[in-house]
C-alpha cells in the first residue's frame, strides 16, 4: 500500500501551499512488492490521468528504472507490463511523504499514510 | 423476442428495478418490463415479473449478477385462471417453445404457490392437466435435463387459509408457466459476505444483501476504480473488489480502517479483504477529511460508493472546530504545535460536526470533480419518512449530475434511500470549496435559490432521529436549543 499510482495522485493540500506541492518526497521507505492483475485496459485507460515525470522519477528514486524518461509514443506490451508494475505492485509499506514547498510531512504506517491537517494548517 | 419470468427474492422491492437496469447496462442489453392486466406490469411489490429481453444469455447474466434474483425461467404462459394459462401454453408460438423437449429430454415438474400452500393432491391435479403437452421422456427428480414450474400466486392474507382438499383453481391472483434457465448465482453471495462471519467489522458495517445491492448499481466490473470517502470498516469495498474493481477508502478517522491493533500490523480492512481473496484490488487506504483532500486532479473514478456517517451510531465530522478559540487559546495552541510534547504524537487535530444535507450537497459536488463521465455516485441518504419530499433529491443536484435511482429502505418512522446519480457531463469542473455554511453569506456570493431555500427532510437528521421524529420539535428552526454557557 501507497502505490505509486496512488502517489501520482496526491498533492500537499495545507492551505496555501500551492505551488511546487506535488510529487510528494518518500522519505525512510520500506517497501514491499505484491503481485497485482494485469489489466492492460486499465492502465491504458490511466496513462491520460499521470503525471509522468513525477512517476517516472519516483519509480527510479525507489530503485525501478524500467520506464522511459519520456512517455513513448507507441504503446507496446512490455512497456504496459512495466507500468502496470510500477503504478500497482510496488508498495510503500512504512515512512513518510514529504511535500518540498512547505516541507509538511505525512507519515505512512502499516501502509495508510496519515493526511490529515493540523489545525493551522487548514485556516 | 423472447419473454422470460423472474422470481424475486421477496425484499427491497424498491431495488430490483435498478438493479436489472444497472447490470444490463454494464453489459450493454436492453431489459425490458411486460405490462399486463392481470400480471405484475411493472409493479416492483409482486415476486414474479416478466421481462423482454433479446437473448438468453442476457437473462443468464441477470441471474449470474443481480442479487434480488432467486431464478429465471423461460416464459411460456400466464393466467388468472389455469384455462387462460393453458389456452396461451397451446399458442403455436409458444408451443414451438416447448415443443421441442417432447420426444426424449427427462424432465420434472413442480407446482408451488407464493403465499400459499398447494396440497399435494392437487399439485398433482394440476401437472396432468398439463398432460396435452404430451412429453415422452422420463421424469427425473434428481438431474433432470429440464425443469418445468408453475407458480401460483396469493394475496398475503391467504398465507395461513386452508382448503379443500378437492378445492381446484383457487383464489390465486395470478399463474404462471415456464422452463427454468439459470438459478440465481448471485444470491449465494449475501451469505459469503455475511458480516458476522467476517474478520474484521464495526458496529457501523453495512449489512452484507445491501452492500451488494450497492455494489451493483456502481456497474463496478474488472478495470474500473472505484473510491470510499467514509471508507469505516470497509463494507461496501469487498463487494465491489469481488466484482473485479479497484477500489480506494478514506476515512477521517484511520482507528476504523485499521481497527484495534492501531498503527502496527496489518489494518482490519485488509484482513477482511483477504478472506475475499481480494487484497489486491484495495488499491489503497489513507486517512483525512475529504473536505480538506489531498486529490491532485479529478475525473479519475468510475463510481464512488459510500455511507456517509449520518450520526445514528456515528455522526459525520470534519476538521475545524465547533467554537472559534480566543485568541489567547490560539496562540497557546500554535506555541504548542511548536514544541510538541514526546506524549503527544500522533497529533489529533479538532474536528466538529457535519451536518447531513452539508455533507450530502458537498458530497455530490465533489463526485463531479473526481468522477469520470458517465461516473456514478451510490449512497444512502437516510429521511424522515413523514417528511420526505421527492424535491428533497432535488436540493442536492448540481449542474450535470442527475439522479437515475432512489430507492427506500423502510425502517418505519424513517428510512434510507439508496440514491444513484449519473455524471451526464463530460466537462471538467473545480474541486468544490466546501464552504462552512455558519459562515453567511454565502462566502460565493451566489444567491440562494428557490431550490436552496426549500429545507429537505434528511436536514438535522441526527436530531431528529433522537427526538423520536416528533413533529412540533423538529419543525423548530435549527432543533437543538442553544447551548448554556
Same mark, same amino acid.
Request: with cysteine; charged share 25%; glycine share 6%.
Given at each position: 500500500?501507497?502505490?505509486?499510482?496512488?502517489?501520482?495522485? *496526491?498533492?500537499?493540500?495545507?492551505?496555501?501551499?500551492?505551488?511546487?506541492? #506535488?510529487?510528494?518526497?518518500?522519505?525512510? !521507505?520500506? /517497501? =514491499? @512488492?505484491?503481485?497485482?492483475?494485469?489489466?492492460?485496459?486499465?492502465?491504458?485507460?490511466?496513462?491520460?490521468?499521470?503525471?509522468?515525470?513525477?512517476?517516472?522519477?519516483?519509480?527510479?528514486?525507489?530503485?525501478?528504472?524500467? *520506464?522511459?524518461?519520456?512517455?513513448?509514443?507507441?504503446?507496446?506490451?512490455? #512497456?504496459?507490463?512495466?507500468?502496470?508494475? !510500477?503504478? /500497482? =505492485? @510496488?508498495?510503500?509499506?512504512?515512512?513518510?511523504?514529504?511535500?518540498?514547498?512547505?516541507?509538511?510531512?505525512?507519515?505512512?504506517?502499516?501502509?495508510?499514510?496519515?493526511?490529515?491537517?493540523?489545525?493551522?494548517?487548514?485556516? | 423476442?423472447?419473454?422470460?419470468?423472474?422470481?424475486?427474492?421477496?425484499?427491497?422491492?424498491?431495488?430490483?428495478?435498478?438493479?436489472?437496469?444497472?447490470?444490463?447496462?454494464?453489459?450493454?442489453?436492453?431489459?425490458?418490463?411486460?405490462?399486463?392486466?392481470?400480471?405484475?406490469?411493472?409493479?416492483?411489490?409482486?415476486?414474479?415479473?416478466?421481462?423482454?429481453?433479446?437473448?438468453?444469455?442476457?437473462?443468464?447474466?441477470?441471474?449470474?449478477?443481480?442479487?434480488?434474483?432467486?431464478?429465471?425461467?423461460?416464459?411460456?404462459?400466464?393466467?388468472?385462471?389455469?384455462?387462460?394459462?393453458?389456452?396461451?401454453?397451446?399458442?403455436?408460438?409458444?408451443?414451438?417453445?416447448?415443443?421441442?423437449?417432447?420426444?426424449?429430454?427427462?424432465?420434472?415438474?413442480?407446482?408451488?404457490?407464493?403465499?400459499?400452500?398447494?396440497?399435494?393432491?392437487?399439485?398433482?391435479?394440476?401437472?396432468?392437466?398439463?398432460?396435452?403437452?404430451?412429453?415422452?421422456?422420463?421424469?427425473?427428480?434428481?438431474?433432470?435435463?429440464?425443469?418445468?414450474?408453475?407458480?401460483?400466486?396469493?394475496?398475503?392474507?391467504?398465507?395461513?387459509?386452508?382448503?379443500?382438499?378437492?378445492?381446484?383453481?383457487?383464489?390465486?391472483?395470478?399463474?404462471?408457466?415456464?422452463?427454468?434457465?439459470?438459478?440465481?448465482?448471485?444470491?449465494?453471495?449475501?451469505?459469503?459476505?455475511?458480516?458476522?462471519?467476517?474478520?474484521?467489522?464495526?458496529?457501523?458495517?453495512?449489512?452484507?444483501?445491501?452492500?451488494?445491492?450497492?455494489?451493483?448499481?456502481?456497474?463496478?466490473?474488472?478495470?474500473?476504480?472505484?473510491?470510499?470517502?467514509?471508507?469505516?470498516?470497509?463494507?461496501?469495498?469487498?463487494?465491489?473488489?469481488?466484482?473485479?474493481?479497484?477500489?480506494?477508502?478514506?476515512?477521517?478517522?484511520?482507528?476504523?480502517?485499521?481497527?484495534?491493533?492501531?498503527?502496527?500490523?496489518?489494518?482490519?480492512?485488509?484482513?477482511?479483504?483477504?478472506?475475499?481473496?481480494?487484497?489486491?484490488?484495495?488499491?489503497?487506504?489513507?486517512?483525512?477529511?475529504?473536505?480538506?483532500?489531498?486529490?491532485?486532479?479529478?475525473?479519475?473514478?468510475?463510481?464512488?460508493?459510500?455511507?456517509?456517517?449520518?450520526?445514528?451510531?456515528?455522526?459525520?465530522?470534519?476538521?475545524?472546530?465547533?467554537?472559534?478559540?480566543?485568541?489567547?487559546?490560539?496562540?497557546?495552541?500554535?506555541?504548542?504545535?511548536?514544541?510538541?510534547?514526546?506524549?503527544?504524537?500522533?497529533?489529533?487535530?479538532?474536528?466538529?460536526?457535519?451536518?447531513?444535507?452539508?455533507?450530502?450537497?458537498?458530497?455530490?459536488?465533489?463526485?463531479?470533480?473526481?468522477?469520470?463521465?458517465?461516473?456514478?455516485?451510490?449512497?444512502?441518504?437516510?429521511?424522515?419518512?413523514?417528511?420526505?419530499?421527492?424535491?428533497?433529491?432535488?436540493?442536492?443536484?448540481?449542474?450535470?449530475?442527475?439522479?437515475?435511482?432512489?430507492?427506500?429502505?423502510?425502517?418505519?418512522?424513517?428510512?434510507?434511500?439508496?440514491?444513484?446519480?449519473?455524471?451526464?457531463?463530460?466537462?471538467?469542473?473545480?474541486?468544490?470549496?466546501?464552504?462552512?455554511?455558519?459562515?453567511?453569506?454565502?462566502?460565493?456570493?451566489?444567491?440562494?435559490?428557490?431550490?436552496?431555500?426549500?429545507?429537505?427532510?434528511?436536514?438535522?437528521?441526527?436530531?431528529?432521529?433522537?427526538?423520536?421524529?416528533?413533529?412540533?420539535?423538529?419543525?423548530?428552526?435549527?432543533?437543538?436549543?442553544?447551548?448554556?454557557?
Amino acid at each position: 500500500m501507497v502505490r505509486l499510482i496512488t502517489h501520482n495522485l *496526491l498533492a500537499c493540500h495545507v492551505k496555501n501551499c500551492t505551488v511546487n506541492n #506535488f510529487p510528494l518526497e518518500f522519505k525512510n !521507505v520500506q /517497501l =514491499e @512488492i505484491r503481485e497485482a492483475e494485469f489489466n492492460p485496459d486499465f492502465i491504458r485507460g490511466f496513462l491520460p490521468k499521470l503525471e509522468w515525470k513525477a512517476l517516472v522519477d519516483t519509480a527510479r528514486q525507489l530503485g525501478d528504472t524500467s *520506464l522511459p524518461t519520456e512517455q513513448p509514443e507507441m504503446i507496446d506490451d512490455e #512497456f504496459l507490463q512495466n507500468l502496470h508494475h !510500477v503504478l /500497482l =505492485e @510496488i508498495h510503500v509499506e512504512e515512512g513518510s511523504m514529504i511535500c518540498n514547498n512547505c516541507k509538511h510531512e505525512y507519515p505512512i504506517s502499516s501502509g495508510i499514510p496519515n493526511m490529515l491537517l493540523a489545525e493551522h494548517e487548514i485556516a | 423476442m423472447p419473454k422470460y419470468l423472474v422470481h424475486f427474492a421477496q425484499v427491497h422491492n424498491e431495488f430490483r428495478i435498478p438493479e436489472l437496469q444497472s447490470i444490463a447496462e454494464l453489459h450493454g442489453f436492453q431489459v425490458q418490463i411486460v405490462e399486463n392486466p392481470g400480471g405484475h406490469g411493472s409493479d416492483p411489490n409482486r415476486p414474479f415479473m416478466v421481462l423482454q429481453l433479446d437473448d438468453e444469455k442476457h437473462a443468464k447474466i441477470l441471474a449470474q449478477r443481480c442479487i434480488l434474483i432467486k431464478a429465471i425461467y423461460e416464459f411460456y404462459a400466464q393466467g388468472t385462471t389455469y384455462a387462460e394459462l393453458h389456452q396461451q401454453n397451446q399458442l403455436p408460438e409458444i408451443r414451438v417453445e416447448w415443443q421441442k423437449y417432447v420426444e426424449d429430454t427427462t424432465f420434472k415438474f413442480f407446482v408451488t404457490g407464493y403465499n400459499h400452500k398447494i396440497p399435494q393432491r392437487r399439485q398433482r391435479e394440476v401437472i396432468e392437466s398439463f398432460s396435452y403437452m404430451g412429453f415422452l421422456g422420463k421424469i427425473d427428480m434428481k438431474n433432470p435435463e429440464i425443469s418445468l414450474i408453475c407458480f401460483e400466486e396469493y394475496d398475503e392474507d391467504r398465507k395461513l387459509a386452508t382448503r379443500a382438499k378437492h378445492e381446484g383453481d383457487s383464489q390465486f391472483k395470478q399463474v404462471y408457466f415456464g422452463k427454468l434457465l439459470a438459478e440465481s448465482s448471485a444470491r449465494p453471495l449475501v451469505g459469503v459476505f455475511d458480516v458476522k462471519k467476517r474478520k474484521y467489522f464495526g458496529n457501523t458495517s453495512m449489512e452484507a444483501e445491501v452492500s451488494l445491492l450497492m455494489a451493483n448499481q456502481t456497474m463496478a466490473s474488472p478495470g474500473k476504480l472505484m473510491y470510499d470517502p467514509f471508507m469505516g470498516t470497509g463494507s461496501m469495498a469487498y463487494p465491489v473488489a469481488h466484482f473485479g474493481a479497484l477500489v480506494f477508502g478514506s476515512d477521517i478517522d484511520g482507528r476504523q480502517m485499521r481497527g484495534k491493533q492501531g498503527v502496527e500490523g496489518e489494518p482490519g480492512v485488509m484482513r477482511a479483504a483477504k478472506q475475499y481473496g481480494v487484497q489486491n484490488r484495495i488499491l489503497d487506504l489513507a486517512t483525512f477529511d475529504i473536505t480538506h483532500n489531498p486529490w491532485r486532479t479529478g475525473g479519475m473514478f468510475d463510481a464512488i460508493i459510500t455511507d456517509p456517517p449520518y450520526g445514528v451510531r456515528a455522526g459525520a465530522k470534519r476538521l475545524g472546530r465547533k467554537r472559534e478559540l480566543s485568541e489567547r487559546q490560539k496562540e497557546l495552541c500554535r506555541l504548542h504545535r511548536e514544541n510538541p510534547r514526546p506524549d503527544d504524537t500522533p497529533y489529533i487535530p479538532p474536528t466538529k460536526p457535519y451536518e447531513l444535507s452539508h455533507l450530502v450537497e458537498d458530497l455530490v459536488l465533489f463526485a463531479r470533480y473526481v468522477l469520470r463521465p458517465n461516473g456514478r455516485l451510490v449512497f444512502f441518504l437516510p429521511t424522515v419518512t413523514d417528511e420526505y419530499e421527492e424535491v428533497d433529491i432535488n436540493t442536492m443536484l448540481c449542474e450535470g449530475m442527475e439522479v437515475i435511482a432512489n430507492s427506500l429502505q423502510d425502517f418505519g418512522a424513517w428510512g434510507r434511500r439508496l440514491i444513484t446519480i449519473r455524471k451526464t457531463t463530460a466537462e471538467e469542473y473545480p474541486p468544490p470549496a466546501f464552504r462552512e455554511r455558519d459562515q453567511q453569506p454565502n462566502e460565493d456570493g451566489v444567491e440562494p435559490t428557490e431550490q436552496d431555500k426549500h429545507v429537505p427532510a434528511h436536514k438535522d437528521f441526527r436530531e431528529k432521529y433522537f427526538q423520536g421524529f416528533s413533529k412540533d420539535k423538529a419543525m423548530a428552526p435549527t432543533s437543538l436549543p442553544p447551548v448554556p454557557k
